[in-house]
Nanobody
């Protein structure tokens, strides 16, 4: 029943920044671990970053460590992905996800676990 809607995608030059948002309706995000996935044409979907609700612990793919920052605001029922130093290889359709946080497991676990909700994606294009 939880519905997710991404926003904030667009065209940006290499080295630029972009901030993605994921707004939820139909339930409180505080009950879910959240994540960002991306998929480029011809490639499989890739986990970018995930964040838990219980302790705000995070996971980042090696390709985005030091450049991307995931955060959440449970009071606003919104999750964010701040993307800095963007590269052309970051070009993809970005999805947000939600997974019920049943146990105190690692954020990576919730990245790979079956998802309860998916957004429809927002396009990020990094090009000069």
């Amino acid at each position: 029943q939880l519905q997710l809607v991404e926003s904030g995608g667009g065209l940006v030059q290499p080295g630029g920044s972009l901030r993605l948002s994921c707004a939820a309706t139909g339930g409180p995000l505080e009950n879910y671990a959240l994540g960002w996935f991306r998929q480029a044409p011809g490639k499989e979907r890739e986990a970018v970053s995930c964040i838990k609700s219980s302790d705000n612990s995070t996971y980042y793919a090696d390709s985005v460590k030091g450049r991307f920052t995931i955060s959440r605001d449970n009071a606003k029922n919104t999750m964010y992905l701040q993307m800095n130093s963007l590269k052309p290889e970051d070009t993809a359709l970005y999805y947000c996800t939600a997974t019920a946080e049943t146990y105190r497991l690692t954020p990576y676990y919730y990245c790979v676990a079956d998802k309860d909700s998916w957004g429809h994606g927002t396009q990020v294009t990094v090009s000069s």
